[in-house]
């Protein structure tokens, strides 16, 4: 692997933006400065271009079997998509049975991606039961494959979902072991109640999918999960925060110093409830959980995302074809494939809507869209940062493109886009993972199986670079 140095782009973290070479060396980047010497190194012209850390998504669903059905995008095609949308590293949801072993769910995630995945990836680890068998192997899972983040579903009765007492003794024990829990924060039993009314009174269309979640249901739910986390002095992250009932829920207790991160999804801050009720079954496409709301709740999430009380944002792509899987809920919205395709477009859409728009600094998009989920999920400072001795996943972002959202020219598999006909500003160019392109001038470059398992550090540790060679700006 040679050297390449990358000249003219404007580098933006967390916290610094300034004018300066990148020197890759392998993997990792080995010098950052002023005019740095080319030597031996292929020259890359970013000029015109940002240059963030890869993306990281925190949430996302690939090859996995759900309501009847398994997702249309898998390792391969979702983090092709990924990597286009300047994605360099996911965090995939690794789902497990009651009664059977941890380590065959997580051996067959390893089998769906190893010869898959084109960028970087990990596995959160479902936890649908908590006995002597899981709490024997929760160690070795945590310790030896460097799985460092525990999902209980609050939700989807008699499939998923886990009551409380497990939800209670996964976040005592991911205390004890450092592992950050994560919750689907929606009051299942409430929504069984609701949908099993709505069927009997005839309303199976797909906006019965939001009207029988809900924001209550999540807000309970939320409040329910901060409650038992603060209760066990454990660490709680909520995925896909969708409404203020529940942003509300995350603030009251962040203020009184429980330990809780909130996530939100693009989805949620640009489409709202009235994209369920398009006609000719349209609106199932717009079908996942929790539900899109109605508009107002988009600038709370906004303004918790300015203000901290909500910290990082997840595609939760989970896609299904409007053609043939969306379509198993004709006349029963119940039987409607939940989630949608967002792995793609999660980067640009809080890159036009957020900081284009005024709504977030570009500093706190870097920390959202990478940095924050690298810190709480054990990844910083390899991932998540541009500096000497990282990971060299880099972004050269044109911040000036205008283009529009669309199924005819993004890059997953799945038949429909939810942000179609969004017009949006900003494109990810250039693309790379580890050194290597895998996105080049906007033409897919990388190869099947390239990308890299990733064993994480325990949740609230992190591990510092190496610094062989620093050069001051
Ligand atoms: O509808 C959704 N979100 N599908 C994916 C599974 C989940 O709940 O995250
Ligand atoms: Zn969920
Ligand atoms: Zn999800």
């Known amino acids: 692997m040679g050297k390449k140095l990358i000249k003219n782009g404007v580098i933006v973290t967390a916290s610094d933006q300034y004018e300066a070479d990148i020197l890759i060396d392998g993997e990792t980047i080995s010098a950052i400065g002023d005019t ?11 000029k ?23 997702t249309k995008d898998d390792f391969e095609s979702g983090t092709r998509a990924a990597a286009f949308g300047g994605t360099t590293t996911i965090i995939d949801f690794c789902l497990t049975e009651k009664g059977k072993p941890l380590k065959d769910a997580i051996q067959t995630w390893h089998n769906k991606s190893k010869e898959k995945a084109v960028i970087d990836y990990g596995f959160h680890l479902m936890i649908g039961e ?35 007492g497990t939800l209670f003794r996964t976040l005592i024990t991911a205390k004890d072991l450092g592992a950050l829990v994560m919750v689907h924060a929606e009051n299942g039993d409430v929504i069984d109640y609701l949908t099993k009314e709505a069927l009997n009174n005839g309303n199976t269309d797909p906006i019965y999918h939001a009207l029988t979640r809900p924001p209550e249901v999540e807000g309970e739910a939320t409040g329910r999960a901060a409650q038992l986390t603060s ?37 949620y801050l640009t489409l709202d409830l009235s994209h ?35 910290q990082t944002i997840g595609s939760d792509q989970c896609s299904f074809d409007f053609n043939g899987q969306k379509s198993l809920g004709k006349g029963d919205f119940t039987k409607i494939p939940n989630g949608g395709p967002m792995i793609e477009d999660r980067v640009s859409v809080l890159f036009s809507e957020g900081v284009k728009k005024g709504r977030i600094s570009i500093h706190q998009f870097v920390d959202i869209i990478s940095t924050r989920a690298a810190k709480l999920f054990g990844m910083f400072p390899k991932k998540g940062t541009i500096a000497v001795g990282a990971d060299a996943d880099l972004v050269l972002f044109d911040p000036n493109k205008e283009r529009v959202l669309s199924a005819a020219s993004h890059h997953m598999a799945v038949d429909y886009n939810a942000f179609e006909g969004m017009k949006i500003t900003g494109e990810p160019v250039s693309v790379l993972v580890r050194g290597e392109f895998v996105v080049r001038d906007k033409q897919f470059v990388g190869k099947a199986g390239s990308g890299q ?19 001051s700006i």
């Open 276 to 310: 369920l009720k398009r006609p000719n079954f349209e609106g199932a496409k717009f079908v996942w959980s929790p539900p899109l709301r109605e508009k107002w709740h988009q600038e709370v999430l906004w303004n918790a995302l300015k203000s901290g009380q909500l």
């Open 36 to 46: 740095l010497p080319s030597t031996d190194a292929e020259i890359i012209d970013a």
């Open 453 to 471: 398992y990733l064993k994480r550090e325990k949740y609230g540790t992190t591990k510092s670079l190496k610094q062989n060679e620093t050069l």
């Open 48 to 70: 015109g271009c940002y240059i963030f850390p890869g993306g990281i998504d925190p949430h996302t669903h690939l090859d996995m079997p759900f309501g009847g059905t398994v």
């Open 130 to 164: 908590i006995n002597e068998k899981v709490l024997a192997e929760l160690p070795q899972v945590i310790d030896e494959e460097g799985i460092t983040s525990l999902k209980v579903f609050m939700a989807y009765k008699n499939v998923f979902q886990a009551d409380d």
């Open 231 to 267: 209760l066990a002095n454990s660490q709680l992250y909520v995925v896909h925060v969708s409404c203020a009932n529940a942003v509300e829920k995350i603030a009251e207790a962040r203020n009184k110093g429980v330990e809780i991160w909130g996530e939100t999804c693009p989805q």
